[in-house]
């Protein structure tokens, strides 16, 4: 594919097909940018809002063009998975994720956890558990400072196999989240047979929590039933004082929103642990 290199830059879009020249322009984008190391992590704070401490942090992938431009992840993602190059640069994700985190537990940093995404497309890479593990090492993260976030199609998806890694997943350590919880063709059943260790709430249901009885509703379902099951909660998209003290009143104390912080670079993230010594 040739380079045009600098500005151009096109959008996935699912009408794009292997032969189209988009797809494959976008497709040698990105793996130059694999190359150049252009993807970088953008990390939000969760929030213990009882305590006031940092729970932990969630990596978010951003892919920072030659021009300094910053690409969503969304514009970004869905192509990568619909591709597989999902897989590298889930790989470069993961290992920068726990270099980043063991950097900061090694200066004393107030962080126990970091919780990194994971496609269901990286479920069907035959090395997925090898691969984590092999970073682990190399990076000195503790696993137990390590939450896998999966969605419920990821876990929908190859059922048998997906369930037999995050079983591993879970003897070596790390923690497993639900994420966007209540969005997907979830099944009950999931949540019996997946060792989660934790449910995040959509952020669609802590947007409307004030104003919408649905929706507080099932804010206050999910939390009673992750309670009954014992795994813990996390709440997403607060962005006001009021989504914030909603969500305490019931009984949600772990919180991920912009109003404690949007996603920072990692220096700036350093700043925000500064004030939670
Ligand atoms: P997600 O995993 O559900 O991540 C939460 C998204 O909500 C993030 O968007 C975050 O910036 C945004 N958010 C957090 N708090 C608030 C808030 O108070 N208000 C609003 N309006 N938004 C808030 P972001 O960083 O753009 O990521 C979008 C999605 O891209 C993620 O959704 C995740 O599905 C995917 N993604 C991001 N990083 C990775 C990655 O490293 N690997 C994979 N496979 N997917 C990733
Ligand atoms: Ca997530
Ligand atoms: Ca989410
Ligand atoms: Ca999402």
């Known amino acids: ?48 809002s009882q305590t006031g401490q940092i ?61 990194i995404n994971l496609s269901a497309r990286q479920f069907q890479q035959p090395d997925l558990q090898a691969m984590i593990m092999q970073i682990l090492e190399t990076t000195g993260c503790p696993p137990q400072a390590v939450e896998i976030e999966i969605t419920e199609s990821a876990a929908m998806e190859n059922v048998a196999y997906t369930l037999r890694i995050l079983k591993a997943f879970r003897d070596m350590g790390m923690s497993i989240a639900l994420d966007d919880f209540g969005t997907g063709f979830s099944s009950l059943r999931y949540l019996k047979e997946f060792p989660i260790t934790s449910l995040k709430i959509d952020q669609s ?39 914030v003290n909603a969500l305490q009143d019931l009984g949600c104390s772990v919180i991920q929103g912009y109003y404690f912080s949007r996603p920072l670079p990692a220096d700036a993230l350093e700043h925000f642990m500064n004030r939670y010594r």
Request: with cysteine; charged share 20%; glycine share 6%.
């Open 1 to 48: 594919a040739k380079n045009l290199g600098g500005n151009r830059f096109v959008l996935y879009n699912a009408t794009m097909n292997r032969q189209s020249s988009d797809y494959v322009l976008l497709e040698s984008d990105l793996n130059q940018a694999l190359k150049q190391r252009q993807f970088i992590l953008h990390y939000q704070p969760q929030m213990n």
């Open 55 to 115: 729970y932990g942090v969630e990596a978010l992938v951003r892919w920072q063009r030659p021009n300094g431009s910053l690409v969503p992840p969304n514009d970004f993602i869905p192509f990568a998975e619909h591709s597989g190059l999902i897989i590298p640069i889930g790989q470069q994700v993961f290992a920068e994720a726990c270099r980043q985190t063991a950097q900061w537990q090694a200066k004393g940093r107030p962080l126990h956890k970091v919780a």
């Open 205 to 243: 249901f802590v947007h409307d929590v004030l104003y919408e009885t649905k929706s507080r509703a099932i804010v206050k379902t999910v939390i009673e039933l992750a309670n009954n099951l014992g795994v813990a909660v996390i709440a997403e998209g607060a962005e006001t004082q009021e989504q």
